[in-house]
């Protein structure tokens, strides 16, 4: 297992675009990445969290992504390592 230099979330973002965030010793984290919007009433939502490069693989594996997109977030994936 390729252990990462931090554990992040895969985060599925309100706005169509998701996104890894670092997760921090905050314990109000989780809910400030999931607090509703107050200009749509949305939120992003929290799909996954992992600590390797292998995990990051099937939390992004696990997600309903096009091909396409599935590619372009392993691509960041690979810059977290």
Request: a negative charge.
């Amino acid at each position: 297992m390729t252990k990462l230099k931090h554990t992040y979330y895969l985060v599925e973002g309100h706005l169509g675009e998701d996104y890894f965030e670092k997760v921090t010793d905050d314990p109000n984290q989780e809910y400030f990445i999931q607090e509703t919007c107050d200009e749509c009433g949305d939120n992003d939502w929290i799909a996954g969290e992992f600590d390797t490069y292998e995990d990051g693989l099937k939390t992004i594996k696990y997600q309903n992504y096009t091909p396409e997109y599935r590619n372009e977030m392993i691509g960041r994936l690979k810059q977290l390592r």
